[in-house]
């Protein structure tokens, strides 16, 4: 019998629910399919369980924005900075600003396409001998 999509979220949520209870301050070995295992902290553990569990409950998974930060490699006022430009939405919970996740996939995809086009105009230039 193949496991619906749901199914496999809910049961990726529980596994990260109990490796969050056992793992404590520790980092945490998480395996994906059959690759490598990766060491997680546990606050990029906690934000991966929160990511999942949104998922497996059918919701948009919302991130702070310390945790939206974090995905996306920058530091939390330079992400503030892009919310209030407008360059990504977000919903405001009380005096908390919370990052849709599909919003930082997209977004993070641009930037990463943009850095690798600069990396290819940087090394035509100086194969041309321009730089």
Same mark, same amino acid.
């Given at each position: 019998?193949? +496991?619906?999509?749901?199914?496999? /979220?809910?049961?990726?949520?529980?596994?990260?629910? #109990?490796? !969050?209870?056992?793992? $404590?301050?520790?980092? #945490?070995?998480?395996? %994906?399919?059959? $690759?490598?295992? %990766?060491?997680?902290?546990?606050?990029? =553990?906690? #934000? =991966? &369980?929160? %990511?999942? &569990? $949104?998922?497996?409950?059918?919701?948009?998974?919302?991130?702070? #924005?310390?945790?939206?930060?974090? /995905? !996306?490699?920058?530091?939390?006022?330079?992400?503030?900075?892009?919310?209030?430009? $407008?360059?990504?939405?977000?919903?405001?919970?009380? +005096? *908390?600003? =919370? %990052?849709?996740?599909?919003?930082?996939?997209? /977004?993070?995809?641009?930037?990463? &396409?943009?850095?690798?086009?600069?990396? *290819?105009?940087?090394?035509?230039?100086? +194969? =041309?001998?321009?730089?």
């Amino acid at each position: 019998m193949t +496991n619906t999509r749901a199914e496999r /979220f809910t049961a990726l949520d529980e596994q990260l629910e #109990t490796a !969050l209870r056992t793992a $404590g301050d520790q980092m #945490t070995a998480v395996v %994906v399919g059959g $690759g490598e295992p %990766v060491d997680l902290p546990p606050e990029t =553990l906690k #934000t =991966l &369980h929160k %990511v999942i &569990h $949104g998922l497996a409950s059918g919701t948009e998974p919302l991130l702070t #924005t310390t945790e939206a930060a974090d /995905f !996306l490699g920058v530091s939390r006022p330079y992400l503030t900075r892009l919310l209030k430009a $407008g360059r990504l939405p977000y919903r405001k919970t009380g +005096n *908390r600003h =919370l %990052v849709p996740v599909v919003a930082l996939r997209e /977004f993070k995809a641009r930037r990463d &396409h943009q850095l690798d086009q600069l990396d *290819r105009l940087a090394a035509a230039e100086e +194969n =041309l001998g321009l730089r």
